[in-house]
Every structure is written in C-alpha cells, then in structure tokens.
C-alpha cells in the first residue's frame, strides 16, 4: 500500500521565480492538504482539497494556489517566490468522510535564494 | 493568545523512563486530536489520535485528553533513544484543518 508520494525532495528556486509542487495522496484516500513547514516551527495549513475543490484556505496570500486532479492527486504552486517562501512543504493525504487522521508525505524542502 | 501551546523543551529523559508531553488548545470546540513524531530532517508521522476524554492507549504511547481543561498528553513509557525526536501536537479545526504546536523536542539519553 502507497503512502502518500511527494515530488520534488528539494528545490532551489531565485526570487521571484514560479514553483510547482506535486502530491499523491495515499490509496484510498481522497483528500489532500497542503502545509508549510518553517524551520523550528510547527506546520502551517496552507489549503485543502476535496473533489477537486478547494474547501478550505488557510492565512496565506493569493500567490498560493492548488489544483486537485480527478486521480485525487494535487499541485500546489507559488507565484513571485519571496525568500520567506523558503520552508517545507507538506502534502497529506485523508480519507475525507471517512475519517479525519492525515498522512504526510515526505515533504520538498524549497529554498529561495 | 497560541491556538496550540507546547512546551519547546528539550525535555530530557533517561533511557527506560517515562516521558510526559504536554499540549493545550483555545478552541473548545474542537472534536480531534492527534501526535505526530518528526524526526530530524524528516515529515511528521502520525503516532496516535483521540477523539474522547480520558486515555487511549498503545504500545508504549498513551494519549491523555481532558476537554474541560483544553488538555492534551501524551506518554511515552520505557522511552528508547529512538524516540528521541520533536513531538507535534495538532488539533483538528473546522473539518479537517489542522492546527499544530510548535513542537515539543524529547531526547532520551541511553
């Protein structure tokens, strides 16, 4: 059984520039959140998908957008990268009305220089 | 005002011992509760979920939940140097959102 797959491991973009992040979410699981990690800090939510609609957005600017395919999996992209963009980004996967514990994936450890 | 508040540590426990967690939260209305490990350098894995007062046991972990004190912990019995790690507790908001603590470090000296 998959877990939940996250792709890039790491990324190093210049400010300014455009990123896209990619997640599947784990077998059977239909929902995905996204998060960002800063260094010494707890996650935080950025947005979550169900039927490909965004449901829920977290304290994040607009340059923060997601995507959510019919296979369930997800994009997130950011726009106009600010050096304070750089952090962790984490995908995770739910059951959606199944339940409501979240696995995440590895994460993409994005720099901005 | 945090809307989840954890003790940063390092909280520092010999090898065998019990190590005690600690969480709170200012949402009383909030219904789910969880732990996550993180490891160094690596994502938050999920170690246990409580949905009802009072305790909820496995393994060597026990999760504590108090809704009339916005209390959460969680126990960590016979504590290995493998658990040594950050802990995160997350409260679950508005269908779904987390809400995570900045994370308690646990190290456990052999």
């Known amino acids: 059984d998959a877990g939940v797959t996250q792709s890039p491991t790491h990324l190093i973009k210049t400010r300014g520039q455009q990123v896209t992040l990619r997640c599947s979410p784990k077998?059977?699981?239909?929902?995905v959140s996204w998060y960002q990690q800063a260094l010494g800090q707890g996650p935080q939510f950025i947005f979550q998908?169900?039927?490909?609609?965004?449901?829920q957005r977290g304290n994040f600017p607009d340059r923060f957008s997601g995507h959510q395919f019919p296979n369930y999996s997800s994009e997130l992209n950011v726009n106009a990268l600010l050096l304070g963009d750089s952090a962790l980004y984490l995908c995770?996967?739910?059951?959606?009305?199944?339940?409501?514990?979240?696995?995440f994936g590895p994460g993409t450890r994005l720099t901005v220089t | 005002q945090k809307e989840v508040e954890q003790n940063s540590g390092p909280l520092s426990v010999p090898e065998g011992a019990i190590a005690s967690l600690n969480c709170t939260y200012s949402?009383?209305?909030?219904?789910?509760f969880f732990w996550y490990r993180q490891y160094s350098g690596k994502s938050p894995e999920l170690i246990m979920s409580?949905?009802?007062?009072g305790d909820k046991e496995d393994g060597r972990f026990t999760a504590q939940l108090n809704k009339a004190s916005q209390y959460v912990s969680l126990l960590i019995r016979d504590s290995q140097p493998s658990d040594s790690a950050t802990y995160l507790c997350?409260?679950?908001?508005?269908?779904?959102?987390?809400?995570f603590g900045a994370g308690t470090i646990l190290r456990v000296k052999s």
């Open positions: 998908y169900y039927e490909e609609e965004e449901r």
């Open positions: 997350a409260v679950n908001e508005y269908g779904n959102k987390l809400v």
């Open positions: 409580i949905y009802s007062n």
């Open positions: 949402d009383r209305g909030s219904q789910s």
């Open positions: 077998s059977g699981h239909d929902t």
């Open positions: 995770a996967s739910s059951p959606g009305t199944g339940g409501d514990e979240q696995y």
